[in-house]
């Protein structure tokens, strides 16, 4: 059975780096990572803008209308 690899193995082409092959975990966390930095960005975002508000029996009559 082959070991786990520990660290990221570089790729080289024409004497620079071109690829990278990391453990399937390393490749999970790195994806998530990524994907947690796009979602705090889009809540800083989000908080940034005015918040709006209507009434409840506004916003019950504008549902209603698109059903």
Known sequence: MPTKRVEPEI???NG??????LDIAQYEE?????????????LRAMRAKALRYRKLGDFLRGSRRRT
């Open 11 to 13: 790729v080289f082409r």
């Open 30 to 42: 790195l994806l998530e990572r990524a994907e947690d930095t796009c979602d705090l960005a889009r």
């Open 16 to 21: 620079r780096p071109a690829a990278v092959i």
